[in-house]
Every structure is written in structure tokens, then in C-alpha cells.
């Protein structure tokens, strides 16, 4: 069978991780709902038949295998591992040899045969990218029970490496490599099979000398291979942006020079790695070295996309934040940095999911339990949740902007940041307060950035002893200034005699400056109202100032009259003394 499918190039192995992070969440919830209704059970359960066809029968959870072989997973790296040691009868287990052949001599020779044909040529698929799952690969057309883990090439002639499924006589699963592909694997000596340039480089030390099973001088060719892939993808890259500016005038504006500059490093590192693995199956490094190195070249064509897309998140929301800050949209700008933040948290939150599967760790098994703590912890992170909401109601609603002056509570200040979770004012004395967006979104705001012009109403005090004829000369004067005022809404403007007071007679004037410029609005109202005081001066009696008369009434001394004291009646002792 011919593979003309790649099937470990960072890209055809990132594009498959990633349409299995849907599934992992899916697992998570069916998962959770599994934890929170009842618990788990080891023997064969038939689950009730609710819709008329036949119950579903899930399969018993059996005992581990002593060799691993209970998925497809644990046989590759329990063969790689083997053949590391130089453990041939226990690899020869790990394949499914006609019952004709004899594990001791045969199958050691099929395993040697194998490993010579992987060295030379051949290639395995990522640990972490071969199912971990007693059933395989359900979905790559390939049939229940057989997955594909590799490639090899015969006489020019490329053929897929596969693993099938057997059964134990207990019934448990076991997988192991495929009679189809054993068959294919020729049996050759190591005097037949052409020697590999880095053996054929290597000096006699560095092959004689071995470490896991593999001539150190693999491991030392590997790593100058590593840094050679680099400086070559470099050289090519930077050639190609050098030609690019030179032959596209385009690539010096914005945001096209962004994009190109956000494109360099991704296409730098996953070009390395691109070509690290061809040259080291080239040159003829053994695929235990190489094996060991899979994983580190996925986790570089991974971080090489996600960094593009960081970057690429980047540059273009810059660049519309300048596009909203040119139209004057600041409402445009919080949206944008919301958005930005959002994207960055979601890809990073992605991309540690991805490289923690990358390095066999049970991403299924976590998010399930995120399903479970996820409620605990919107238990005890109601505020953040609160404040989360309240910059969604920030920015839906937008009853404030970024680069808005504003007054929040007793808050006075501009707008800086509006973030997930707080938003930040530059007050008037240049300190900065931070308000959680919960609190926030339930205060009073008040908004001067969207005033569209400015009241002026001062109220002018006349003294008592203005005259009425004076009042009425002076009115219409005052009137006259508000019509000469530069920007002065006539429409709304007025001067009325509104009250008397208990020291004043007062004045009231009313308009508004067709003007959102507050210096200039300051500058008028400075002009009008000192004109204002010369007019009160000229045709009245001039400003009163706050103070309260007292008059008092002087009554009449009453006479001090006479006491008669009659001689007939006793006087007190007190009177007489005085006397």
C-alpha cells in the first residue's frame, strides 16, 4: 500500500492536533456530566435500550499489559524502546510473526531487518500524535482494527507501516505490527545495505561508543544538524524578505510591512525544523535518535503557528487601533484592545493544551476535571466573573471610551484602559485610580466627552438700591453682550430679572457656547463676564455684596416712680435697712 500523504510533518500533525482540541472539549463535558451523575464501574455494562436498537456494550476495562501492547502507542514506544537496549527477542514480541516463524531466530532477524529499514529512510509518526486508546484511530479510514504509524521505502517504492489489533486468549486487545507490513520488510544483512553518510563520516570513536543503544556520534550529528537547519532557514528567510522589499514597493507600508515582519520568525523556526527532519532521515540518523527528537521538532512547528498568530494578532489590531484613533472612534479602540487581550488568552490557553499532549500528558483527563473545579471556581471567583461581565457591559454599551474625561462616583479623571478586569483613570493630579469593572458598571458616569457645547449661567446680584428704570436700561444691555459674544447660541440665550432676595435683586443669565473646546469656552466666559461688570457698573448701582441690615427701635425711658410706703404696715427687714 502506497502513502503519498506526509505523515509527520509539523504541519500535517499541527493541523491534526488541532481539530482534536473540539472533540477534548466535547469529552469534557460528556465526561463531567458522567462525574456529577454517578460513578464509574470496571465490569461489562450494557446501557438500557431508550430507542429501540440494540443496547451499546462498552468493552471491560482490562489489566495493563507487561509489555504495553494494549494500544497502538504503547508497542511503538515499547519496540523503539527495546531496540534502544538492544533487547531483540523482547521486540520481536511487539510483532505479529506467522505462527511458521520462531520469535528466538526469526522474529530477532524481522526486528533488526525493521530497524535497518527505519534508519535507512524510514520514518515513525510522533509518539503523542499515535492514538493512546485500546480501539486506535477510529476516524482514519483505515478500518477497527488498524492504524497507520509510519512510513518506509523499499527499492523507491514508499509503503505505510502499520499496526493491527489481536486478541489475547483472555480477549484482551493487543496490538502489535502488522503481518502486511512484516511481510514487507526485506531481510537483509548489514553487508547488503549501503552505509549511511553519517557512519560514513563519523569517525571509528564515535560510532564504537554508544549511548542508548545508538553510536554517540548519531547524537552529536543530530545537534549540529539542529543548528545547521536554523542558520539555513535563516539565510532564506532573510534572502526573501530582502527581495521581497526590493521588488514589491508595497511591502514598506503599513500594515503590509507588519505582516511581513510577523511572518519572519514562525517561517524561520518551522522551515529548521522542516528541514532538520528531512536531513537527518537523509544523512541516515537512527531513528531512535530521531524518535527522540519528533517530539521536540512538532513542538517547534507548533510554537512556530501560534507565534505567528500572536504576532499576526498583533499587527493587525495595531493597526486599527491607529485607524480608530485617525477617525477619532474611541469606542472603536476599547473594543479593539478587548479583542486583542481575548484572542492572546484564548491562543495561549490553546497552545499549552496542545504542547502538554505534545509531551503525553492526559489533556482529556483535565479538561474533564475543569469541567467539575470550573463550577467551584465560579463559586469562589465571583468577583472576577462580575468584573468580567462588567467590561463586556463596558464595551457593548460604551457609556465610556478610551481618551473619554469622565466622572465615575466621585471619581474625576480620563479614561486610559479599559482591561477584563478594571478600567483605569488619570485623575486632574495625575494619579492614577483603578476601578473594578463590576463597581464600575453599576456607578453613575458622567461623560464630559460627548458635551457638544458649554453652558455659561452666572447670576448677577444687584444692589437694593437699583431703581427699576435702572433694571430696565440695564437688561437690554446685557442682552446686547450676548448677542455681540462670538459662538453664542442665540436661540437659547436670556436675560431675566428672576428674584428679590433678602440683599439683592437677582439677574440671571443664560446661554451656551457652540464650542467643545474648553480653553476657548474659558476665554469667553472670562471676556462676557467682566464686560458684564462694567455694564452693572454704568447703568445700576453696581454689585451687591452679601450682608443683612439690623434696625432697632429705641423706646421711651419709663419714669421711675415713687414707692409710698404706708406708715400703717410693716416693712421688710430688707426695705428698712435700706433706708
Known amino acids: 500500500m ?15 492536533r488541532f481539530s482534536t482540541i473540539c472533540t477534548l472539549l466535547l469529552y469534557a463535558v460528556f465526561f463531567s456530566v458522567l462525574l456529577l451523575g454517578g460513578t464509574f464501574t470496571h465490569a461489562q455494562v450494557i446501557a438500557p435500550d431508550t430507542t429501540g436498537n440494540s443496547p451499546e456494550v462498552i468493552a471491560p476495562d482490562w489489566p495493563d ?59 515513525i509518526i510522533p509518539y503523542s500524535w499515535i492514538s493512546n486508546d485500546q480501539e ?7 478500518g477497527p482494527n488498524l492504524d497507520r504509524v509510519g512510513t518506509a521505502t523499499v527499492k523507491d517504492e514508499s509503503f505505510d507501516i ?91 507600508n503599513e500594515p503590509t510591512v507588519g505582516i511581513i515582519l510577523a511572518f519572519e520568525l514562525p517561517i524561520r523556526l518551522y522551515l529548521s525544523a522542516w528541514i532538520l527532519v528531512v536531513s537527518s532521515q537523509e544523512v541516515g540518523i537512527s531513528i531512535i535518535v530521531r524518535q527522540r527528537f519528533s517530539e521536540l521538532t512538532i513542538i517547534v512547528g507548533m510554537v512556530a503557528v501560534l507565534l505567528l498568530l500572536w504576532r499576526l494578532i498583533d499587527v493587525l489590531t495595531r493597526f486599527g487601533e491607529k485607524q480608530m484613533i485617525r477617525h477619532n472612534n474611541m469606542s472603536g479602540i476599547s473594543i479593539v484592545l478587548f479583542l486583542r487581550r481575548g ?32 463550577i467551584a471556581l465560579a463559586l469562589g471567583a465571583q468577583k472576577t466573573v462580575e468584573n468580567f461581565v462588567g ?35 488619570r485623575t486632574n493630579e495625575r494619579t492614577i485610580v483603578t476601578i473594578p469593572n463590576g463597581e464600575f458598571s453599576s456607578l453613575q458616569i458622567e461623560n464630559f466627552a460627548h458635551r457638544d457645547r458649554y453652558l455659561i449661567n452666572p447670576k448677577l446680584r444687584l444692589h437694593y438700591q437699583t431703581t427699576p428704570s435702572q433694571i430696565r436700561t440695564l437688561l437690554p444691555a446685557l442682552r446686547n453682550l450676548l448677542e455681540l459674544t462670538p459662538k453664542m447660541d442665540l436661540e437659547s440665550s436670556r436675560v431675566r430679572l428672576i428674584e428679590i432676595t433678602e440683599d439683592a435683586l437677582i439677574v440671571e443669565v443664560f446661554g451656551y457656547i457652540n464650542t467643545i473646546d474648553y480653553n476657548e469656552f474659558l476665554e469667553i466666559q472670562e471676556n462676557l463676564i467682566l464686560q458684564m461688570m462694567e455694564t452693572v457698573e454704568a447703568d445700576g448701582k453696581g454689585l451687591a455684596i452679601p450682608s443683612r441690615l439690623l434696625y432697632f427701635n429705641q423706646e421711651k425711658e419709663m419714669t421711675e416712680e415713687k414707692t409710698v410706703v404706708p406708715t400703717n404696715q410693716s416693712v421688710p427687714n430688707e426695705l428698712t435697712a435700706r433706708a
Open 343 to 374: 484572542a492572546k488568552i484564548a491562543l495561549l490557553i490553546l497552545g499549552v493544551i496542545t504542547i502538554l499532549s505534545t509531551f503525553g500528558f492526559d489533556v482529556t483527563t483535565g479538561i474533564a476535571a475543569l469541567g467539575i473545579g470550573g
Open 391 to 425: 467590561s463586556v457591559t463596558l464595551i457593548a454599551d460604551q457609556p465610556i471610551r478610551v481618551g473619554d474625561f469622565c466622572k465615575v462616583g466621585q471619581t474625576l479623571g480620563k479614561v486610559e484602559q479599559i482591561g477584563m478586569r478594571s478600567t483605569r483613570l
Open 162 to 252: 502499520f499496526v493491527e489489533k489481536t486478541v489475547e486468549a483472555t480477549g484482551a486487545p493487543i496490538w502489535l505490527f502488522s503481518s502486511q507490513t512484516i511481510k514487507r520488510i526485506p531481510v537483509i544483512t548489514p553487508e547488503e545495505v549501503e552505509e549511511p553518510i553519517a557512519d560514513r563520516t563519523l569517525p571509528d570513536f564515535l560510532k564504537e561508543n554508544k549511548w542508548g543503544g545508538v553510536p554517540i556520534g548519531h547524537w552529536i550529528s543530530m545537534l549540529l544538524l539542529a543548528i545547521l537547519s536554523y542558520l539555513v532557514a535563516w539565510s532564506l528567510t532573510s534572502a526573501a524578505i530582502f527581495m521581497l522589499r526590493l521588488l514589491w514597493h508595497k511591502s514598506k
Open 136 to 142: 486506535g484511530q477510529l476516524n482514519d479510514n483505515l
Open 2 to 16: 502506497i502513502s503519498k500523504k506526509p505523515l509527520c510533518t509539523p504541519v500535517y500533525l499541527l493541523e491534526k
Open 65 to 123: 499489559d507487561s509489555l504495553g501492547r494494549r494500544n497502538p502507542r504503547g508497542t511503538v514506544e515499547g519496540f523503539i524502546e527495546a531496540v534502544s537496549d538492544e533487547n531483540y527477542t523482547k521486540a520481536a514480541r511487539y510483532l505479529n510473526l506467522d505462527t511458521t516463524l520462531k520469535v528466538e531466530e526469526d522474529g530477532i532477524k524481522m526486528v533488526q531487518a525493521l530497524q535497518r529499514l527505519l534508519d535507512h529512510g524510514g520514518k
